[in-house]
């Protein structure tokens, strides 16, 4: 599953809702959309994603004036997945900005403690931290300034969520 859909289910998972709310949340500048931000379209296709895949089900059609707005709500198979989404931390440096802080976002939003996660974040990104050291200090040209970017990377979010858990 992309982000767009992971971010969707988590959301779901803490209330159900109607698409439009959730495309409210992960608006810019919604609680979660200051973080990443999922255009509508994405938000309606990530659920009929969840739907199929059995994560989600629709639970009716709101009455109102305009469009129908059709309430969705986890399975118990989406809720397990969600949880176990929001536990598990990155292990790619390129993740860190979206699917580690999204994660964190989603915590806040819900109000859930981000303790676990933020400890077993610290603790794979620990021996990722000294391997980049390693290849920064090793590497030469273009892919010395890689090592350096990724490594300080790192570093921020290592210094992140050992310092959020103090």
Request: aromatic share 6%; charged share 20%.
């Amino acid at each position: 599953m992309n982000n767009s859909e992971w971010v969707v289910l988590c959301l779901l998972a803490h209330e159900p809702a109607h698409g439009f709310a959730l495309a409210r949340l992960t608006a810019p500048e919604g609680p979660v959309g200051r973080v990443m931000p999922i255009p509508r379209p994405l938000v309606y296709r990530a659920l009929d994603g969840l739907v199929a895949r059995g994560l989600a089900e629709q639970t009716g059609v709101e009455p109102g004036r305009g469009p129908a707005r059709r309430p969705f709500r986890v399975t118990p198979a989406g809720r397990a997945r969600a949880a176990e989404w929001l536990a598990t931390p990155v292990s790619r440096i390129r993740e860190i900005r979206t699917e580690f802080l999204v994660k964190l976002a989603l915590l806040q939003w819900a109000g859930a403690d981000p303790r676990n996660l933020l400890d077993a974040q610290a603790e794979t990104l620990r021996p990722i931290v000294a391997h980049l050291l390693g290849l920064r200090e090793s590497a030469q040209g273009l892919e010395q300034a890689v090592a350096a970017w990724r490594y300080e990377t790192a570093v921020a979010a290592l210094k992140l969520a050992e310092s959020t858990t103090e």
